[in-house]
C-alpha cells in the first residue's frame, strides 16, 4: 500500500521546500520514502550509503578498468544511434519510449514504469505503470524535475505483475539495484537515462525564465556541445543561448536551485542499468537527433538487439583536450567568478565554440566537471559523509588534476581513509 498522502500529479509541482520537508538533508525524492519500502531506505538510498561498486560486483563480476570506463561506468559495447522513424514528439529520436513500446508490444514484459507529463505541463513529471505500447510511446520528452517513480513499485506489487522494465535516473536505479532481490519479480529490464541537476518543477520554471525569451513555449532544452543551450519550442523552432550568458547568479547559483542530493550524485551516466541510452557523446548538429548508447550487461545486449532492427548506425567523433579547460574549472571552483561584460561573453562564447572539445571528449569534461563540482560540495557542506556516498572510482577518474587542486584547495584530491 502506498504511503503518499497526496497525488503523484500534485507532489510533482511542489516547491523544492515542501517535497523535501521533513527528509533527510540528501534527498533526491527517488519514490522509495513515499511506498511501502519506505522502512528499507536505509538500505537502498545512494546518498545514504553509495553501493555502486559493491552493485558492479554483482552485475558484472568486477569493478572499472582505467580509462573511458571511470568515466562512463562499465559497458560491454558503446553505439552511436537513431531511430530509423524518428518520433517528433521526442527530445531525441524516441529510442527511450521506442524500446518501452517494444517490449510490452512483444509481451515480454507486463509492464512499463515510465514517466509521463502531468497534464496542462510540458516539465512536470507523472510517473506511471504503462500497460500499453501506445502510454509509453505518449511518455516521450524530457522531464528533468525530480520525479518519485519508485512509489510505483506499489502498483507493481499490487497488481501482480512479475515481468517490468523500469525507466529512470541514477538514484532511482542504485535503490531498485539494491533491492532487486527482494521485489518477486521474475525479470527486470533497467533502461537508464543519463541525469544531472534535476530541479523541483517551480525552479524548472525559474530556470526557463531567466533562459528564454518564450518560457512558457520550451518543450525541452539540452546544454550542447557548442556551449548552447537548445531550447524547442512548441511551433518546433529552436532558442539558442550561449552557456556564457545564462545568468545563474540571478537564480540564487546552482546552490541555490539544484537539491543538496543532486550537487552530491556522482552517477550521471547511470552506470548501473542493462543500458544507458542519452546524448553526451553523440555527434552534432542536435538537429540530426543522434545519440548513444551504452550496452553493459547480458539484460542490456538483449535490449538493444530486441530495437536494433528500427535503429540507423552512425560514428563517434571527438576533438580538442579537455584537460586546459578542467584545470581552470578547478580554479574558478576554487575562485568563482562573476558574469562578465557582454563583449568578453561574446568571446568567450566564439572561444568555446569553435575550439572547446566536441563528441567524447565534450563527454569526458562534462563529467569530469561535474564530479570535481559535486566531490567539492560534500566537502564543503556535508564532509562527514564523503567515505559513504563518494564512490573510490571518482578519486582515481579525477586523479589527473591532483596537483591543481591541491594548490587550489590546499588538501589533497585522494579518498580519505575509510
Known sequence: MTLTTRPLHEITLLSQAERLK?????????????????????DACVFVENQSEAIEQRLHGRNRRDGDELLFG?????????????????????????????????????GVITTMAVPGTHHAPLPILARTPEEVIAS?????????????????????????????????????????????????????????????????????????????????HEFMQDFRIWLRHEDGHVEKVNFVDLDVSAMGGEIGI???????????????????????????????????????????EELFNLIRPYLEEGQFTQRGNRLLGVSEYVRMLKRPRGRPPWPIRKLIAWMQRNRGPRGLEFARSVIEMKLLRNLQFVRDRHGRLERRIVPNHVYRALAQYSQVYEEEFGTPLKAPVR
Open 22 to 42: 521533513g527528509r533527510p538533508k540528501l534527498c533526491s525524492d527517488c519514490g522509495i520514502c513515499s511506498s511501502s519500502l519506505r522502512p528499507r531506505m536505509p
Open 74 to 110: 562499465i559497458y560491454r559495447a558503446v553505439h552511436v544511434i537513431r531511430m530509423r522513424n524518428i518520433n517528433p514528439d521526442a527530445q531525441w529520436s524516441g529510442i527511450v519510449t521506442g524500446l518501452g513500446a517494444l517490449l510490452l508490444e512483444r509481451g515480454i514484459v507486463d
Open 140 to 220: 516521450a520528452r524530457n522531464k528533468p524535475c525530480l520525479s518519485p517513480n519508485l512509489e510505483i513499485l506499489d502498483a507493481v506489487r499490487e497488481s501482480g505483475l512479475r515481468r517490468i522494465a523500469f525507466i529512470g535516473t541514477g538514484c532511482q536505479v542504485h535503490a531498485l539495484r539494491a533491492l532487486q532481490d527482494e521485489l518477486g519479480l521474475e525479470k527486470l529490464y533497467i533502461i537508464g537515462i543519463p541525469c544531472t541537476d534535476n530541479v523541483a518543477y517551480p525552479d524548472m520554471l525559474r530556470f526557463l525564465q531567466a533562459a528564454s525569451k518564450s518560457p512558457d513555449t520550451v518543450v525541452h
Open 258 to 300: 539544484f537539491p543538496a542530493a543532486c550537487l552530491s550524485c556522482f552517477d550521471y551516466q547511470n552506470t548501473l542499468s542493462d543500458l544507458t541510452i542519452g546524448y553526451l557523446g553523440a555527434p552534432l548538429p542536435p538537429t540530426e537527433r543522434w545519440q548513444w548508447t551504452m550496452v553493459r550487461t547480458e539484460v542490456g
